[in-house]
């Protein structure tokens, strides 16, 4: 098994992917690599790839106040994406290209053994949950694969194109916390 330095200098010079083409920055992840808690969107965004850090433009921003809703923030969590390198136009990164990063994401889980995995969005939830996942059905409810509790959210960019959905993602932040306080040790102290 790898340690966290040597993973993120391998899949910083990943040329796996067309993707690797078009970046300007890998985005391995953010937060802290000994979090119960793993938040996982699709990949990154323009911001994303300018700076190399994850969430930073309007839906990081989006995310960082969801979070502090349930007194977290990015030194109690870690936010990785399925995708490392930004898809062209912020479109849905292919099955293809999420073949071949997916196994960054499997070894960063694998290191910090998360209790809770939240995927932010669609594209997350159908790669880590179920393929057939429903976000507009299926968000806030919870699922269990290997000892993890699983859950999915509305991503933050959809929140910030559909403010209407807000207030049951407010509910759903509310039982992420709910059950973060029942089996997470360490996040809240």
């Keep these: 098994m790898d340690n966290w330095e040597t993973l993120k200098n391998q899949c910083l010079n990943c040329t796996d992917c067309p993707l690797c083409q078009t970046r300007t920055n890998v985005v391995f992840g953010a937060g802290n690599p000994e979090a119960e808690v793993l938040f996982i969107g699709e990949g990154p965004g323009e911001q994303e790839d300018l700076t190399g850090e994850a969430f930073v ?52 889980t694998a290191l910090i053994r998360p209790k809770i995995i939240v995927c932010l969005g669609r ?48 509910l759903d932040l509310k039982e992420l916390e709910r059950m973060i306080k029942k089996i997470c040790i360490h996040t809240y102290s």
Aim: charged share 30%; net charge positive.
């Design 57 to 108: 433009g309007r839906a990081g921003k989006l995310l960082d106040d969801m979070l502090a809703i349930i007194d977290l923030d990015r030194t109690n969590i870690f936010i990785a994406n399925i995708v490392k390198c930004r898809p062209p136009k912020n479109r849905d990164p292919l099955n293809t290209e999420q073949e071949a990063c997916i196994k960054w994401l499997r070894k960063q």
């Design 123 to 170: 594209v997350a939830a159908m790669r880590i949950i179920s393929p057939d996942f429903k976000i507009s059905v299926d968000h806030g409810s919870w699922y269990e694969s290997n000892g993890v509790k699983m859950m999915a959210l509305y991503h933050p960019a959809a929140l910030l194109r559909d403010p209407r959905r807000r207030p049951e993602t407010f």
